[in-house]
């Protein structure tokens, strides 16, 4: 028997509107948090696999990781990688809880390596050594919700899926 009585109760609408879940309306907060995520992890990835948005593309990332931080390769490329190709997968809801994991995983290295050092805040002003871990928070928990949760209805992994006892 749990501790928290989940089973439905009788009660006014207003009690049911204020108080209750929609379970018909998660997976259209799945396919939001999908999208959320994916576009705001892949202009990082494509600035370090490709470039992109004043990146250093892929030779360059990787001298960093393991030039400057003493990475192995492997692992500075499993970085990449997992910035790049993970929003893509979470993005078209395929293969998304490996994609949302790998974005976790990513987040919280960045964190222990990098950003905890900088404080909590995001460096607005400029005043601070770096990023802070306010963004970093943000994605993991979501990361970690789409692995939990899965894609839901909207996505290719729902098409591909056997279903669950």
């Known amino acids: 028997m749990s501790i928290i009585d989940t089973r439905p109760r009788e009660g006014t609408a207003l009690q049911k509107n204020l108080f209750g879940t929609r379970r018909d309306a998660l997976d259209g907060v799945l396919l939001a948090l999908r999208f959320a995520l994916a576009l705001v992890v892949f202009p990082h990835g494509a600035q370090k696999l490709f470039g992109w948005f004043g990146g250093y593309g892929f030779a360059g990332t990787l001298g960093f990781f393991t030039g400057t931080m003493h990475l192995p390769a492997f692992l500075g490329v499993l970085a990449i990688l997992a910035e790049a190709i993970g929003p893509i997968l979470v993005f078209i809801g395929v293969f998304t809880r490996l994609g949302a994991l790998a974005i976790a995983v990513n987040m919280i290295v960045a964190v222990a390596t990098v950003h905890l050092a900088n404080g909590f805040f995001m460096n607005w002003t400029g005043q601070q050594k770096g990023e ?14 789409l692995v939990i949760a899965g894609p839901g209805r909207y996505s290719v992994d729902a098409r591909l899926a056997v279903p669950r006892d």
């Open 132 to 145: 802070g871990i306010e963004y970093f928070i943000y994605a993991i928990v979501v990361a970690l919700t």
